[in-house]
T-cell receptor, first 115, second 113 residues
Framework: GDSVTQTEGQVALSEEDFLTIHCNYS??????LFWYVQYPGEGPQFLFR?????EKGSSRGFEATYDKGTTSFHLRKASVQESDSAVYYC??????????????FGKGTKLSVKS | EAAVTQSPRSKVAVTGGKVTLSCHQT?????MYWYRQDTGHGLRLIHY???????EKGDIPDGYKASRPSQENFSLILELASLSQTAVYFC????????????FGPGTRLLVL
């Protein structure tokens, strides 16, 4: 079945550091790929998505590029802030339709940014 | 702005007891979902629904039932709560199923003793 593998556990950075959280997927065809962010005490919220090869998604200074060749959708930000501390989820939704077309989440990566 | 609310926000239950978690959305969305979140597992889908009076099993439905009495409301029912069901539960809604954005509620923290 479909699966998402992302950077495990926790990433600890200082303010203004460059962030990369790796996300690789396994699915047939061209699934839609998502990043969600979850701040402490809240539910996950949509960050952005991409649906086609080489499409870039971006929001709030974060970006990721859909790469069909490497089956990846890595999250990047040039300069993180303490307010970016949160759990980040990569997710995919197949484009096959039908009742099995559900969102599959990775296990989440906790980002901690120190000032 | 999408709005999904959950009640209660936290609950302590006894093993073997019945627990009902409620979710309400004002997005006019057809699809609603229940997920559980555990450290090391991320978000896992329990049940979902695409129309009132109908529910579908997700990836981990065992030990859970769901009810969708109206488009706006979706409940998760634990008939016989167990220790292993201690987790944070999230409800979400979306317009469609395939590739539509899901909007999540704030979560319910359930502790089963």
């Amino acid at each position: 079945g479909d699966s998402v593998t992302q950077t495990e556990g926790q990433v600890a950075l200082s303010e203004e550091d460059f962030l990369t959280i790796h996300c690789n997927y396994s699915a047939s065809g061209y699934p839609a790929l998502f990043w969600y962010v979850q701040y402490p005490g809240e539910g996950p919220q949509f960050l952005f998505r991409a649906s086609r090869d080489k499409e870039k998604g971006s929001s709030r200074g974060f970006e990721a590029t859909y790469d069909k060749g490497t089956t990846s959708f890595h999250l990047r930000k040039a300069s993180v802030q303490e307010s970016d501390s949160a759990v980040y989820y990569c997710a995919l939704a197949p484009n096959s339709g039908g009742s099995n077309a559900k969102l599959t989440f990775g296990k989440g990566t906790k980002l901690s940014v120190k000032s | 702005e999408a709005a999904v609310t959950q009640s209660p926000r936290s609950k302590v239950a006894v093993t073997g007891g019945k627990v009902t978690l409620s979710c309400h959305q004002t997005n006019n969305h057809d699809y609603m979902y229940w997920y559980r979140q555990d450290t090391g597992h991320g978000l896992r889908l329990i049940h979902y629904s695409y129309v009132a009076d109908s529910t579908e099993k997700g990836d981990i439905p065992d030990g859970y039932k769901a009810s969708r009495p109206s488009q706006e409301n979706f409940s998760l029912i634990l008939e016989l709560a167990s220790l292993s069901q201690t987790a944070v539960y999230f409800c979400a809604s979306s317009r469609g199923l395939n590739q539509d954005t899901q909007y999540f509620g704030p979560g319910t923290r359930l502790l089963v003793l």
